[in-house]
């Protein structure tokens, strides 16, 4: 099983913690954040590690090398230009096996990963998107997904307030066929603002409904609650 994680951000909204320091790197409970991910990974006997960096990549790279300490085995692509999320995927293409998740490096959910790739294998879409009803406790995210009954993802949308189809948030933890790389042109691509809406279309985008809520650590009061879970 294989775990791509996006781990190439600015962390703009953190500066200055970030301005000498990659975003995954930033400290929780006496470990980089990226460290506390990749040890939720090994416990679960994920170890194929696909990490794609960008800015300050060479600190994650040095601090974590092919990953043996941890009992995993990482492999990395480094972006040299941002790319987005997706001409970060479209990269590392030759690492990617016909079958991965990716989870967002700035954010965690402690969940049972397998499940979502379980789903996506059982099913004939190409990508799963795990989400989470803010109701069950909220995570100062707004709700950006909306499904039909059979759990599809018919439209995502992270502009619209209080919009009641919204009823769940991207969570940060995908899986995706290998197949997904054809839809990726050349150039700068984002998977939220051009791959979800033509998954979405084909109704070739599915849920994963976790009631773990999930913590992202992408502004200062946000990475307080990250270091509050660990300390607690």
Known sequence: MQAVILAGGLGARLWPLTKDLPKPMAPVAGAPYLERQLSLLAEQAIGNIVLLTGYLGEQIERYFGDGRRWGLDIRYSRETTPLGTGGALRQAAALLSDTFLVIYGDSYL?????????????????????????????????????????????????????????????????????????????????LENEIFPRLIERGDLIAYPTRQRFYDMGTPERLAAIQGLFTS
Request: aromatic share 4%.
């Open 110 to 190: 402690p969940i049972h990963y397998a499940e979502v790739l379980t789903l996506l294998e059982s099913s004939v879409a190409t990508g799963v998107v795990a989400v989470y009803d803010n109701r069950l406790g909220h995570t100062s995210v707004r709700n950006n997904v909306a499904l039909d009954e059979g759990r599809r993802v018919v439209r995502y949308d992270k502009t619209s307030v209080d919009d009641p189809e919204l009823t769940h948030v991207e969570a940060g933890v995908l899986a995706f066929r290998r197949s997904v790389l054809e839809l990726l042109p050349d150039g700068v691509v984002s």
